[in-house]
């Protein structure tokens, strides 16, 4: 894996979310430290059937994150980047109002063939990690599906 020329004990984490039309709905967290992947810090989050929130990935969103931030014996991450808008972005603030830690969100929003094409957030942030931004935001979104396939492949198997 490359290192990214980022700040010492710099921690990103990066959530994602992944479904197939509402169904089998799975969340994900990456983690850089230090520039760097940290596989053993990921996590996976299965996300509760409620049929109202099925397709509400803002939602979803605000549900792992604020389950992320009841595990206090992990890191606290310094920067936090999810994949989508500022509705996303919003639901990160709700989750980190409730902890009343302030740790800066960052959100992807990506074009038409699924490449970053903007950041929101700080812009100091944005200009100084964009390329560890992307790339971990790319990851979080890479292990969400490979989960969320895993998942189906099994629910298949049992029938």
């Known amino acids: 894996t490359e290192s990214l020329a980022v ?4 921690r990103l984490e990066a959530y ?10 799975v969340g994900a967290m990456t ?6 992947l940290d596989r ?3 996590r996976r989050f299965r996300l509760r059937r409620q049929s109202d929130l099925e397709i509400n990935d803002p939602v979803h969103l605000e549900q ?9 014996e992990w890191p606290w991450p310094n920067v936090i980047i999810v994949d989508g808008g ?14 009343n830690r302030h740790i800066p ?5 990506k074009d038409d063939h699924h490449r ?3 950041v929101l957030g700080p812009a100091d942030l944005v200009r100084r990690y964009r390329s560890a931004i992307i790339q971990l935001n790319y990851e979080a979104h890479r292990f969400a599906l490979a989960y969320h396939r895993r998942l189906r492949r099994a629910a298949l198997n049992r029938l």
């Open 86 to 99: 500022a509705p996303q972005r919003q639901a990160a603030l709700r989750a980190l109002a409730v902890t």
């Open 64 to 72: 792992i994150i604020s389950r992320r931030l009841n595990h206090p």
């Open 116 to 118: 970053a094409a903007k």
């Open 16 to 25: 994602d979310i992944a479904h197939l039309a509402g169904g089998a709905t």
């Open 7 to 10: 700040d010492r004990h710099l």
């Open 31 to 36: 983690v850089m430290v230090n520039g760097e």
């Open 105 to 109: 969100v960052l959100a992807v929003i």
């Open 40 to 42: 053993s810090a990921y």
